[in-house]
C-alpha cells in the first residue's frame, strides 16, 4: 500500500505522461524501494543517468522543496531521502545546466548528508557557474570536514582552488575516507586538478604512493581528451600534461601541432617545450619569427607561460636576442622581461642598442620589468634614442626602476 501511494505521489503532476516519463517514474519508485547505495538503488541511478535529458526534468522536479513538507513527507521521509540523493547523483552524470539552481539550494545543513554530498558532487560535475561557485564556498565553513571536503573538491572542478587547502588536509589527515574521497576528487576534476595534484604528489605525506596512480590515471584520462570534439578540452588537456610532465605523452602532444585550432596548437607546443621537448620549442621560436601579427603573440604568450612554469626555454630566449630576425629578437626581448628572468639583463642592455627600433623598445621595457638597477644607466642614454617610441619606453622603464 505504501509503494502505490508513493507510486501515485510520484505521477502526481504529470498529464498525459509519455513512455520515457513512465519509465522515469518506475524507475523513481524503484529508488525510493531501496537503501542508498544498495544494489536495486545504484542501479535505479545508473538507468536513469542512462536515459539523459529526456529524464532530467523530472529529476529536478523530485528536488523541489514544496515536496518536503507536510503530511506526505514525513510519512515518506526516508523514501524523500533516497529520492533526492539519488536524482542529484543521476543529475550529475546527465550535466543539465538548468539543474544547478536546484542543486545549489540542497547543500545547506537543512538537508541530511547523503543529499548534500550528491549535490555538491553533481553541482562540480555540471560546472562553473557563479551562484554554484558562491554556494559552495559557503559550505566551507560547514563543522562536518566531510561536507568541507566535498564542497572544496566541487569547486576545484568549477576551476577554482580556494579550496586547496582543504583539500591537502584531508590527505595529511588521519581519516582514511577523507583522504580516499580527496584523491578521488583530484582524479575526477581532470585537467582543473592537475596543478594541485602535482604540487601535492611533490611534498611528503602518508599517500604519496596513492597519489601516484592517481596522477596516472589522470594522465590517461587527458591523453584520451586529445581527442575530444571539443577544442577546449583539447587544449585544456595539453596544458595539464604540460604541468604532470610525462614524456611518454610527447608523442600525443605532438599530433596536436597540426590541429585546426591555433590555441590547441599553441598549447600542446608549449606543453611539449615544458618537457624540454624540440618539438614544441621549435614550434613556438618558429612562430615567434611569424609576419603574422596573432601567431607572434600567442608565441609571446605562450613562452612567457613555459619559462614561468619550467624555465626550459631561458637559454634559447637569450640566444634569440642575437637571431637574424628582427622580429625574433624583439619577441625574446618581451617574453624575457614578462617573464621577468633577471639572468637576461646584461644580454638585454646589449639588445638596447640594436639597430631595429622595436627591438629596442622592448628590451628597454624588459629592463623595466625585471627591475635591475644595473640597466639604468644604459636606459638614461636611450632617453635621446632617435626613436620616439624608444625613448618613450626608456622613461617608463626608470620609472619602474625608481629613484637610486
Known amino acids: ?53 529526456p ?37 550529475g552524470r546527465i550535466k543539465p545546466r538548468g539543474a544547478a539552481g536546484a542543486l545549489q539550494s540542497r547543500i545547506s545543513d537543512a538537508y541530511t548528508d547523503s543529499e548534500r554530498i550528491a549535490c555538491l558532487w553533481s553541482m562540480g560535475e ?50 582514511d575516507t577523507l583522504a580516499q574521497t580527496a584523491m578521488q576528487g583530484l582524479e575526477e576534476a581532470g585537467y582543473f586538478g592537475a596543478p594541485l595534484l602535482m604540487t601535492l604528489g611533490a611534498r611528503a605525506g602518508p599517500n604519496q604512493s596513492a597519489l601516484g596512480a592517481v596522477v596516472a590515471k589522470v ?78 603573440a600567442n608565441a609571446v604568450k605562450f613562452l612567457i607561460d613555459v619559462q614561468a612554469q619550467s624555465g626550459s626555454v631561458e637559454d634559447q630566449l637569450v640566444a634569440a636576442l642575437d637571431a637574424t630576425d628582427p622580429l625574433a629578437r624583439a619577441g625574446a626581448a618581451q617574453v624575457l622581461g614578462q617573464a621577468a628572468v633577471a639572468s637576461a639583463v646584461t644580454a638585454l642592455i646589449t639588445a638596447t642598442a640594436d639597430e631595429v627600433a622595436e627591438v629596442r623598445a622592448n628590451a628597454a621595457m624588459a629592463l623595466g620589468r625585471i627591475g635591475s638597477a644595473q640597466g639604468r644607466e644604459r636606459l638614461e642614454q636611450l632617453l635621446d634614442d632617435r626613436d620616439a617610441t624608444v625613448s618613450y619606453y626608456a622613461e617608463w622603464a626608470l620609472r619602474q626602476l625608481g629613484s637610486g
Open 1 to 53: 500500500m505504501i509503494v502505490k501511494r508513493l507510486a501515485w505521489l510520484l505521477l502526481l503532476g504529470l498529464s498525459a505522461c509519455s513512455t520515457t516519463e513512465e519509465q522515469v517514474v518506475e524507475l523513481l519508485e524503484q529508488m525510493a524501494a531501496h537503501p542508498i547505495d544498495s544494489p536495486g538503488w545504484q542501479d535505479a541511478v545508473d538507468q536513469l543517468a542512462a536515459i539523459g535529458r
Open 219 to 296: 594522465k590517461d584520462k587527458l591523453v584520451a581528451q586529445l581527442k575530444a570534439e571539443e577544442p577546449s578540452h583539447r587544449q585544456r588537456a595539453a596544458l595539464a600534461l604540460g604541468q604532470i610532465g610525462d614524456p611518454s605523452t610527447a608523442p600525443a602532444l605532438a599530433n596536436l601541432l597540426e590541429d585546426a585550432s591555433n590555441q590547441v596548437r599553441f598549447s600542446a607546443a608549449a606543453a611539449l617545450a615544458e618537457m624540454g621537448q624540440p618539438q614544441g620549442t621549435d614550434f613556438l621560436f618558429e612562430a615567434l619569427r611569424n609576419t603574422d601579427s596573432i601567431l607572434r
Open 55 to 91: 529524464a532530467a526534468r523530472q529529476l529536478v522536479a523530485r528536488l523541489n522543496p514544496d515536496l518536503y513538507t507536510g503530511e506526505d513527507y514525513r510519512e515518506f521521509r526516508d523514501e524523500h531521502e533516497k529520492l533526492r540523493t539519488g536524482c542529484a547523483l543521476a543529475l
Open 126 to 175: 555540471i560546472g562553473y557557474s557563479q551562484a554554484a561557485l558562491d554556494a559552495a564556498k559557503a559550505q566551507l565553513e560547514d563543522q562536518d570536514p566531510a561536507i568541507r571536503i566535498h564542497a572544496a573538491i566541487a569547486m576545484l572542478k568549477m576551476d577554482d582552488d580556494l579550496g586547496a587547502g582543504e583539500i591537502e588536509g584531508a590527505l595529511a589527515s588521519a581519516d
